[in-house]
């Protein structure tokens, strides 16, 4: 599938070490190499002035995987096996202390927050904190990544970045 990635940092290769290094949240549908299939919108991470640079940056035209992806606009329990034992049992193993009961309410009350974050990737983010990734469990059942519908298209998390191939770079500049 073709797919889209938007960085004001030139690269020639996905880099592994550079996932979550942009964002406070290292990512709101898994731990991986976020594309989309909204040209428009990779455009938008392509000229990233709230990061206090300038208008110019890359668009990347990228071939992602076909294969499997965690619908992250579908709940925990509503995953087909094996990953709804996986995310519930992640959620068991987030423990049972005030932090955990904390992300716990959080997970329980994403359905209800405002679009953005969904209750697989605030699991998946809270499980990397508690240092019990869930994403490897995942990947080894042969999904590639996670997917989350958004206005205009959609938004893949892959995990693993040598499953994807640049197949061009340009220059974006926003306009003003």
């Known amino acids: 599938m073709i797919a889209w990635h938007g960085s004001p940092v030139l690269f020639d290769r996905f880099d592994a070490a550079k996932i979550g290094s942009q964002w406070r949240y290292g990512g709101a549908n898994g731990y991986g190499i976020y594309l989309t299939d909204d040209r428009a919108a990779a ?97 080894a059942c042969g999904y590639v990544g996670c997917k989350k519908w958004r206005e205009g298209g959609s938004e893949f998390a892959v995990f693993n970045p040598s499953d994807l191939r640049i197949l061009s770079v340009a220059e974006h500049e926003r306009a003003n």
């Not at 992806?69 to 509503?78: A, F, G, I, K």
């Not at 996986?86 to 009961?101: C, E, F, K, Q, V």
């Not at 992300?103 to 329980?108: A, D, E, M, S």
């Open 43 to 139: 455009e938008t991470f392509a000229a990233a002035t709230w990061l206090g640079r300038d208008n110019k940056g890359f668009l990347y035209e990228v071939e992602a995987p076909d294969g499997e992806y965690v619908n992250c606009d579908w709940l925990c329990s509503d995953q087909p096996e094996p990953v709804r034992s996986i995310l519930l049992d992640g959620i068991n193993g987030l423990g049972d202390g005030p932090t955990s009961r904390y992300w716990k309410f959080v997970i329980n009350d994403a359905p209800q927050m405002a679009g953005y974050y969904s209750q697989i990737g605030m699991l998946l983010y809270f499980s990397r904190l508690n240092g019990t990734p869930l994403e490897p469990a995942i990947a």
